[in-house]
């Protein structure tokens, strides 16, 4: 079972890494947001004139931190539990603050948002899992 929860948790992390690269990349080519049709009104709540800090953060904090993540725990670094929930966290708080900023909802919060969820779950099964072979000391 721990297999197919590995499997499953590295599809998800390459899923919101290889995505976050490609969409912190083009905030970050272009602040303006017009490769990926958002408009600047989307930050009128924002502390943010642009999209370029915005695209740094999704680039490194889910495109890059992501796909280290996901290497480590195809390599079963002997962390990688809890390195998918902490990954889960900054991806579901990624969501969260980007509702509050922007005050409105899309299909893609929700779908990220499990997929963060999602990664906690995995991860703390895993933890489990792995603790509960473990003898006491």
Do not use: E
């Amino acid at each position: 079972m721990t297999k197919a929860l590995r499997f499953t948790a590295i599809l998800l992390l390459l899923f919101n890494g290889i995505g976050a690269l490609y969409g912190g990349g083009l905030l970050i080519i272009d602040p303006t947001g017009g490769k990926l049709q958002l408009p600047l009104s989307y930050l009128q709540h924002a502390p943010f004139k642009d999209y370029l800090i915005p695209g740094i953060v999704l680039f490194v904090g889910n495109g890059v931190l992501s796909c280290i993540v996901g290497f480590l725990t195809f390599t079963h670094h002997k962390r990688y539990a809890h390195f998918i929930i902490l990954q889960g966290g900054i991806l579901t708080g990624w969501i969260l603050i980007q509702v509050l900023m922007v005050q409105t909802v899309y299909q893609l919060h929700y779908v990220m948002g499990a997929v963060g969820l999602a990664l906690i779950g995995i991860g703390s099964l895993i933890f489990i899992k792995d603790t509960s072979k473990q003898p006491l000391r």
